[in-house]
């Protein structure tokens, strides 16, 4: 497999960026609104809740707003599979997905100090051997298009670089992520998403 530098990875996510159509600023209070309406806190609050079923739901919290949008289009268009997501989205306006992605950018990220050993090897440094770049030379690096995942759950992050690598995402706007995650063990899942969910 051939290696993707840090380079290829940013010039594909800014591709990715550029394609999506023009999004204004969204607003948070009308998104607040809307999240309460449509039941999303039902499962994206209880993400922060520490109850035994928050790994299942991703924090939303802090993640960034270019990355919102195109997931919400992507879950309403059926690029991305997610049978309750697109029920959720599938009536959705641009207007609403923009106030949707303005309320959850809008609220406070914690941050930890994540953890050593493999999971941190690869986050920062990659495996060059592999073809698999460092996740922070993306995700870290503030690259238009890339998720914040820092303080993620463990079992989301699993579940979906299992997803990825398996080509089940669905979401050929996804960028490189199904190529970076083809190689990657269990255990490198695994540590990766032990070490992200630590941060």
Do not use: K
Request: some cysteine; proline content about 5%; overall charge negative.
């Amino acid at each position: 497999m051939r290696w993707l530098s840090p380079r290829h990875v940013a010039l594909a996510m800014l591709a990715l960026t550029a394609a999506m159509p023009g999004a204004a600023a969204g607003d948070a209070a009308e998104g607040e609104a809307a999240a309460r309406d449509l039941r999303c806190l039902e499962c994206h609050e209880r993400a922060v809740d520490g109850s035994p079923e928050s790994g299942r739901y991703p924090r939303l919290a802090g993640q960034r707003y270019d990355y919102l949008v195109r997931q919400l289009r992507d879950f309403r268009d059926g690029r991305r599979r997610n049978d309750l997501m697109f029920v959720l989205a599938r009536n959705l306006e641009d207007n609403e997905i923009q106030d949707l992605a303005a309320y959850f950018s809008s609220l406070a990220a914690g941050r930890g100090q994540g953890s050593a050993g493999l999971g941190l090897q690869l986050f920062q440094g990659g495996d060059p051997a592999r073809g698999v770049p460092a996740c922070a030379s993306c995700h870290d690096a503030g690259i238009a298009g890339a998720p914040r995942i820092d303080g993620q759950h463990a079992p989301y992050l699993s579940s979906q670089l299992r997803a990825w690598r398996a080509g089940e995402r669905g979401a050929a706007a996804d960028g490189p992520m199904g190529s970076i995650a083809a190689p990657l063990s269990d255990a490198d899942i695994d540590a990766l998403a032990d070490h992200i969910s630590r941060r």
